[in-house]
């Protein structure tokens, strides 16, 4: 898992409760966070570069892929909007594009990846009061 911080949100959590979302975390498909061809094009675009399909498939590779466009199109939002980025705007661009933070299709999303993040934080904080 990378370990990243981006507009002060450490990214670890969301990208394990995406994939948990996307994938049963690997269980379902190798391409544990979906992504698609065009999402690799959009990142290629940004920075100029390009990724092959393998990309989809490695999780590392996936997850540099999900920084740089969490980050370009969170410092996009953060432009339009004045506000930083929340947990829920990030995931919410990953499912929706760009604008995926003011989608309501990407409402239902988001509310599966918190409910996996508020589980865990529920399992971690029980265990460290055992």
Same mark, same amino acid.
């Given at each position: ?15 394990a409760?995406?994939? +948990?979302?996307e ?8 391409? #544990?966070?979906? =992504?698609? &061809? @065009? ?9 100029g ?20 466009y969490?980050?370009?199109?969170? +410092?996009?939002?953060?432009r ?6 929340? #947990?829920?705007? =990030?995931? &919410? @661009? ?12 990407t ?24």
């Amino acid at each position: 898992m990378i370990a990243a911080i981006l507009f002060g949100i450490a990214l670890a959590p969301l990208f394990a409760a995406i994939a +948990e979302v996307e994938s049963e975390n690997g269980k379902t498909s190798d391409n #544990v966070y979906q =992504l698609r &061809r @065009i999402y690799l094009d959009d990142v290629g675009r940004i920075y100029g570069c390009h990724f092959s399909d393998e990309v989809m498939t490695d999780r590392f590779s996936s997850e540099r892929v999900m920084l740089a466009y969490m980050e370009h199109y969170g +410092e996009r939002y953060h432009r339009r909007t004045g506000k930083l980025p929340t #947990v829920e705007v =990030l995931a &919410r @661009i990953h499912n929706g594009g760009p604008d995926g933070w003011k989608k309501p299709s990407t409402e239902t999303y988001w509310n599966k990846v918190k409910a996996v993040m508020d589980a865990k934080r529920v399992k971690t904080e029980s265990e460290v009061v055992k």
